[in-house]
Nanobody, 114 residues
Framework: QVQVVESGGGLVQPGGSLRLSCVAS????????MGWYRQAPGKQRELVAA???????NYADSVKGRFTISRDNTKNTVYLQMNSLKPEDTAVYYC????????WGQGTQVTVSS
């Protein structure tokens, strides 16, 4: 029962940009608060950005001003635009609801390195 599929990761130099996408196969997507999480090696998974059904957003302090979350309810898709990337942004990025109520996907690897 695949519920989310993340894509868009890759290798980028410091200061670069990436746009992640997550497609969720749930019929109630439009009413869910969706979030992007990341997990770096040896660290716990953390929530970096979230967007409510009404469009309210919140961000972890470490990504404020650099990352932007958005969604397209017609496509059951949530995006994460990441600018001014830093080596410390290197992690596997996942999407889920703010309550982590969906099955976790495989994630998408983001590596920031020169």
């Amino acid at each position: 029962q695949v519920q989310v599929v993340e894509s868009g990761g890759g290798l980028v130099q410091p200061g670069g940009s990436l746009r992640l996408s997550c497609v969720a196969s749930v019929s109630i997507f439009r009413i869910l608060t969706m979030g992007w999480y990341r997990q770096a090696p040896g660290k716990q998974r953390e929530l970096v950005a979230a967007m409510s059904s009404g469009g309210a957003t919140n961000y972890a302090d470490s990504v404020k001003g650099r990352f932007t979350i958005s969604r397209d309810n017609t496509k059951n898709t949530v995006y994460l635009q990441m600018n001014s990337l830093k080596p410390e942004d290197t992690a596997v990025y996942y999407c889920n609801t703010n309550r982590q109520s969906l099955y976790w996907g495989q994630g998408t690897q983001v590596t920031v390195s020169s």
